[in-house]
């Protein structure tokens, strides 16, 4: 995705309620705003802040996703936004009506809701770069206060405020790109929320991911950490040298090779007919668990390599008193036995103290 001559046509900005607010509190429903704000009433810098704000936690997401349902109630309401069959005022008051129906009762911020028109991105798909138009929503939870000087002749004086920080990153972002309609489009969506319940990708959007080469090569990275934690940890034969050199021993395969083949990895990693067929297990289980179909060959990317890099940190924990990271050649680690003093220790071999 290329943003540099993207545009902001229209946005429009609404509030959503907190359900668990008494009745008689203003917050307890949403706030619709009356009109929305064209883009020939901003300035070059709004333009440039805004853009900025809403983008900066697109820019960071990888993983495409589209609609599971295009009959499902966001996606109808994009399509006739699409099509033209509606203004962005009654689909963006519809689409906040189905955010706030969709909240758990757990959340409790009296959030702002955006509902943006783009033009110009450059999308990058199977037929080349193409220019199109898009429609984004963003959810906004946290409010910054801020201190605001006022100048006049002969003084300064402030006031106190409460307002959205555009240097932060926004909790919830969708981008949805008006193309691959017939399949539920095309989308980049975030939410910076990482437990409890999910509902912006899962409920309210009811997206699912699209399995390309980045979401495959960062998704069987992440297995190798869940095995090495949920598998590997729980075996006494296993040691942490083993764990290490696992970790390890995957990473280079990643970083080695462009194409992955799991039959080749399970023979050159885990070699044991034993461990190949536990990791099988353990994958299979994963893969129904996130309703995802297991890939047995697929193009690695390397961003996503560099990307993931920290899911198979080698770490070999010793009781509470050392962590030893590992970072290259496991070759480098030796364990043994103490038997004066009935301990285990590891030998590090190294050429330079830094």
């Given at each position: 995705?290329?943003?540099?001559?993207?545009?902001i046509n229209s946005l429009i900005i609404h509030k959503i309620g907190i359900k668990t607010a008494e009745e008689n509190d203003s917050r307890h429903n949403n706030f619709y705003s009356s009109h929305e704000i064209q883009a020939i009433n901003l300035d070059e810098q709004t333009q440039y802040q805004l853009s900025s704000y809403f983008f900066r936690p697109i820019l960071k997401s990888r993983d495409l996703f589209q609609f599971k349902n295009t009959d499902s109630e966001v996606c109808s309401e994009i399509t006739k936004l699409f099509?033209?069959?509606?203004?962005?005022?009654?689909?963006?008051?519809?689409?906040a009506q189905i955010l706030y129906d969709k909240m758990p009762e757990e959340d409790e911020t009296y959030s702002d809701f955006f509902v943006v028109r783009f033009s110009n991105i450059l999308f990058q798909d199977v037929e080349g770069e193409i220019a199109i138009d898009a429609l984004g929503l963003f959810k906004s939870e946290k409010k910054d206060v801020i201190l605001k000087l006022m100048q006049n002749d002969n003084e300064i004086n402030f006031q106190i405020e409460s307002g959205i920080n555009l240097g932060s990153t926004i909790e919830k972002a969708v981008l949805i790109f008006n193309i691959d309609a017939e399949n539920g489009y095309k989308m980049y969506a975030t939410d910076k929320q990482k437990s409890g319940e999910l509902y912006w990708i899962d409920s309210f959007l009811e997206s699912k991911i699209i399995e390309t080469e980045y979401f495959n090569t960062e998704t069987f990275m992440k297995t190798c950490q869940e095995f090495d934690k949920e598998i590997l940890s729980t075996q006494e034969k296993i040691t942490g040298e083993d764990r290490a050199r696992f970790l390890q021993q995957s990473l280079n395969y990643f970083q080695r090779n462009e194409t992955f083949n799991e039959e080749q990895f399970t023979k050159e990693i885990l070699q044991n007919d034993n461990a190949i067929e536990a990791f099988k297990d353990f994958r299979t289980r994963c893969c129904n668990k996130y309703e995802i179909q297991p890939t047995e060959t697929f193009d690695?990317?390397?961003?996503a390599v560099k990307k993931s890099k920290r899911y198979l940190r080698s770490v070999i924990k010793l009781d509470k008193n050392f962590h030893i990271y590992v970072h290259s050649n496991t070759e480098n680690i030796e364990q043994g036995v103490d038997d004066a003093k009935n301990k285990r220790f590891y030998k590090l071999f190294y050429d330079i103290e830094s």
């Open positions: 995705m290329n943003i540099e001559n993207s545009q099509n033209g069959e509606t203004s962005l005022l009654e689909s963006s008051k519809s689409l690695i990317d390397q961003e």
